[in-house]
């Protein structure tokens, strides 16, 4: 696969009402580019991933998988505010030559979806014959799909919801306080800022990606006879620091920000009438022990779409879209296949 960046000096205007003067999409596609024979997989990437999916469904995308970048066009497009290609606090403002910060507009995952529309023409496509969203990129496909019907030609949104809930946004908002919390963040000096409360903040957000059954399956003390357990808190000081190397703590600001904005009945007269605008054939997954989107939550989500509905079992919670690999090809295969 290739990492490429798209860019345009076209005005681009956020839901917001601000206006970005420079429009900068990060992407990664398969190789050769897209010449209208293959036919087209887009996949949606959850909130702090790249655009490249084989960082995160390795075992699932490449030559001869299911989601073949030889057989396949596949793309992802990284979502504005991440700093992985994309247009976001950490990338230049064109207008001042210095790093954005905070002077980059609050953006929702309708602008990433107008964002990557814009690509999409870009590139000459002129159907997605498969779109795939897991977890946030779930909630960009749902847009996707609502917002270019004529695009789409099959979806899956797995480990989604049509609309933030009120549990989601007080962790994201939680999340928020630990940046906050740190006295660097707001200081503007360079992408470093903030990186402590940033190692809380994505120790909240594991927490909340796993459950309980989970962490008491793989992080058990070696020993019945410790006197202070520590396994699952060196885990979490381990994930916090590993993070860390790859992000920085303005672009996870942002993102959590977009987590929030997500209600695709927002001025289209509620969750029901938006989502019968999607006109494909769908398909919702779930994950048995998700505690951010649990089955009772996606199930009335697949009965709106008329869509098939599967609940995938898992120990690890909401991270079942990053581990249970077997279990979701038996779903996605089919659909694959049928394209």
Not at 40 to 68: N, Q, Y
Not at 189 to 195: A, F, I, P, S, T
Not at 201 to 218: D, F, P, Q
Not at 260 to 273: A, E, L, Q, T
Request: glycine share 10%; with cysteine.
């Amino acid at each position: 696969m290739e990492k490429k960046v798209f860019v345009s000096d076209e005005p681009f205007t956020v839901e917001g009402g601000q206006v970005l003067n420079r429009l900068e999409v990060g992407y990664v596609c398969s190789k050769g580019g897209y010449d209208g024979r293959r036919k087209v997989i887009w996949l949606c990437h959850a909130v702090t991933a790249s655009a490249d999916p084989r960082e995160w469904w390795g075992t699932i995308t490449g030559p001869g998988l299911l989601f073949d970048t030889e057989k396949y066009f596949v793309i992802c497009a990284n979502s504005l505010g991440s700093c992985f290609g994309s247009s976001g606090p950490a990338t230049i403002n064109p207008d001042t030559g210095k790093t954005y910060f905070f002077d980059f507009p609050k953006v929702t995952v309708r602008d990433s979806i107008k964002a990557f529309a814009r690509l999409a023409e870009h590139l000459g496509i002129k159907k997605i014959d498969l779109l795939v969203g897991a977890s946030m990129g779930g909630f960009f496909a749902q847009e996707f799909a609502i917002m270019y019907p004529d695009l789409i030609s099959r979806a899956v949104f797995m480990a989604t919801t049509p609309r933030v809930t009120p549990w989601l946004t007080a962790l994201e908002e939680t999340q928020r306080m630990a940046l906050e919390a740190d006295p660097t963040f707001r200081l503007r000096r360079d992408l470093k800022g903030g990186m402590v409360g940033l190692k809380c903040a994505r120790g909240i957000a594991i927490i909340s990606y796993r459950c309980e059954e989970g962490y008491n399956i793989k992080q058990e003390e070696e020993s019945p006879d410790v006197v202070f357990a520590d396994r699952a808190a060196s885990y979490q000081r381990y994930q916090g620091n590993k993070f860390v190397r790859d992000f920085d703590a303005y672009s996870y600001w942002y993102l959590t920000y977009i987590v929030d904005s997500i209600n695709v009945g927002r001025g289209r007269g509620g969750v029901p009438k938006a989502l019968k605008m999607v006109k494909c054939p769908s398909t919702v997954v779930c994950f048995s022990t998700d505690i951010l989107f649990p089955p009772a939550d996606m199930e009335p989500m697949a009965k709106m779409l008329g869509a098939d509905f599967y609940v995938i079992e898992t120990h690890f919670g909401h991270d079942g879209f990053l581990i249970e690999f077997p279990r979701m090809e038996a779903v996605l295969r089919p659909i694959v296949d049928g394209i």
